[in-house]
């Protein structure tokens, strides 16, 4: 039984296993039905819909803890942050590939530079207005992620903002740039960290959480606790003992103490790596993939999935601030497990798309050549 709910044992395994089903529909059944192209086509439809599920969350959303992050439609209760962080990237994939096919040069700092000091130079491409036309990609994620930050919800706005930059990136961006937009962020993250006494709280209890063990740190106490206490092989599936009332959010954001906790060094470790392995193995599809928008669309994806776990788990370490970033395919959340699954599937239509458009210009290049030297 939940002690915090008082819900029977089997509810959130059973929950859980509803949202997967759907999950996999999706992935498996309705993301190959639709087809890469279709869902780039629809991708000005799901980004209105999220915008719009996103102001909902602002005017009518549930608010658990302090945090207005959902929604109720019906018996359902919706988190649209989760769908904005997927819809985001394909949005970026999208207008990006357009810029690369324009030729246009991958810059952000000196296109903003630019834009605001040179405009009278009278070149076109300095004007405030095509300054503004050039940032199409990053529009929508940032507004996405203004959004999510009045819930408030700075782990998940983040998220949302940085995975399409990071495919500016992966498409050119100077290094140079790179390392300017890296301080800015980080010096942007400290002030809006400081300006909250909640998210500063966080961070204090990051440096040092067992001097803050009965206040700020205590979560993160519990969590490490958990984790020691699962020694090398743990207590043992459905064994541990911190799930009880010792640590909160034992299903959501601390699933991974509990894991720990239960399965050991050797289980927290092996989840890690096939994190880890997911990445590795989306830079590979995402690398073999000769077309831009399925390419980008892959390591967007992959980044988003395998980050997401990486500092879920750095998060219970003690190596990262408590956030509401949950851990994929794990945590308790029947939005997070949805956009997961709809992610992977993305990631698998996108690659199969890939290879039907190489395997379509190998064969015209065969018929080609063939019409060239025609038999005798």
Not at 3 to 23: A, D, E, M, R, W
Not at 56 to 68: F, H, K, S
Not at 329 to 344: D, H, P, Q
Request: charged letters at 15%; aromatic letters at 14%.
């Amino acid at each position: 039984m939940n002690l915090q709910n008082g819900t029977g044992v089997y509810s959130h395994l059973f929950k859980h296993l509803i949202y997967l089903c759907l999950g996999l529909f999706i992935a498996m059944g309705l993301i190959p039905a639709l087809g890469n192209a279709k869902i780039r086509q629809m991708n000005k439809g799901f980004v209105i819909i999220t915008v719009l599920l996103l102001i909902a969350v602002l005017v009518v959303g549930r608010t658990v803890n302090g945090a207005t992050r959902w929604i109720m439609v019906g018996p359902i209760s919706l988190q649209p942050s989760e769908i904005a962080k997927v819809v985001g990237i394909i949005w970026t994939a999208s207008y990006l590939t357009k810029k690369m096919k324009t030729h246009q040069e991958i810059t952000i700092l000196k296109k903003i530079w630019y834009g605001l000091f040179h405009r009278k130079s009278g070149r076109n491409e300095d004007t405030i207005d095509s300054t503004i036309h050039y940032f199409t990609p990053l529009y929508i994620p940032f507004l996405m992620a203004i959004l999510v930050l009045k819930e408030p919800d700075m782990g998940t706005a983040g998220m949302i903002l940085c995975f399409p930059l990071m495919l500016y990136f992966i498409a050119g961006l100077p290094y140079k740039e790179v390392g300017a937009i890296s301080i800015i962020a980080f010096i942007s993250a400290g002030i809006l960290a400081y300006i909250e006494p909640y998210r500063w709280d966080r961070v204090k209890a990051v440096i040092d959480p067992f001097s803050y063990e009965s206040g700020l740190g205590y979560q993160t106490v519990q969590g490490l606790i958990a984790i020691g206490s699962g020694g090398l092989f743990g207590q043992g599936a459905g064994e541990g003992v911190s799930k009880f009332s010792y640590l909160p959010e034992q299903y959501t954001d601390f699933a991974y103490a509990i894991f720990g906790q239960e399965w050991g060094f050797v289980g927290a470790f092996s989840l890690l790596f096939l994190y880890i392995l997911f990445m590795i193995c989306g830079f590979i599809l995402a690398g073999q993939t000769k077309y831009t928008y399925e390419s980008f669309l892959i390591y967007g994806l992959t980044m988003l999935i395998s980050a997401q776990g990486i500092i879920n788990i750095a998060m219970i370490l003690g190596c990262f601030p408590v956030t509401g970033i949950p851990l994929p395919f794990i945590s308790y959340g029947g939005t997070s497990l949805v956009i997961n699954l709809v992610a992977v599937g993305l990631i698998r239509e996108a690659f199969i798309a890939g290879q039907k458009k190489r395997d379509q210009e190998e064969r015209k290049k065969h018929i080609a050549a063939m019409e060239g030297h025609p038999f005798r």
